[in-house]
Structure formats: C-alpha cells, structure tokens
C-alpha cells in the first residue's frame, strides 16, 4: 500500500514563495505519474500540477508560470515550487499517485 507523506506547508504572505515535497513509500515510484491537487474550504478538490513518469507536466491557467512540479525517482519524491502566491493560492494540498492514493495535505495559507 502506498504511503504519500507532505511537507513545506505554513504561512506566507503574498507574492512569497513555498516548495511542498512528498516522499512515498510502498510503492515502485518511478512508474507512476504523480501530481499535486488542493482543495480549499467549501471548493471541490482540484488538480494544480502533474508530472508523468517520462516528465511530462501539466498544470491548469489559474496555476501555470508560477507553480513548477518536479520529480526526484532516487528519492522517491515530487515537488511543488510556488512562487508568487495569492491568497486564492489558500487550501490543503494533497500528493496523488495515479491510481494509487492520497497523502493527508498540508495546509498552505497565503495572507498578509
């Protein structure tokens, strides 16, 4: 059973910048496309960034030349650079391994 555990969360004010990692664990973590989702409060859960297995990145217009993921396979880990956050920015972000799971998010704020 995968195990998909984030990091980098917290507070920032805007136009700062915050890098979320997830390690996972149990799982051949190469193989699969991995990405970053978020959901804020009274908002459906929604995919802001994803990375195939062959490097391959999407990320939607709200997100795209500022949020930048990223995959280390020797670390079993992918990454979320953000960079000139808005407080729209404000939700949990969650690790998604394509047809494999869930971490638990990590709350990030962006409020002056």
């Known amino acids: 059973q995968v195990q998909l555990v984030e990091s980098g969360g917290g507070l920032v004010q805007p136009g700062g910048t915050l890098r979320l990692a997830c390690v996972a664990s149990?799982?051949?973590?190469?193989?699969?496309?991995m990405g970053w989702y978020r959901q804020a409060p009274g908002k459906q859960r929604e995919l802001v960034a994803s990375i195939t297995n062959d490097y391959r990145t999407y990320y939607p217009d709200s997100v795209k030349g500022r949020f930048t993921i990223s995959r280390d396979n020797g670390k079993n880990t992918v990454y979320l650079q953000m960079n000139s956050l808005k407080p729209e920015d404000t939700a949990v972000y969650y690790c998604?391994?394509?047809?494999?799971?869930w971490g638990q998010g990590t709350q990030v704020t962006v409020s002056s």
């Open positions: 998604w391994q394509n047809g494999r799971g």
């Open positions: 149990g799982t051949i973590f190469s193989l699969y496309q």
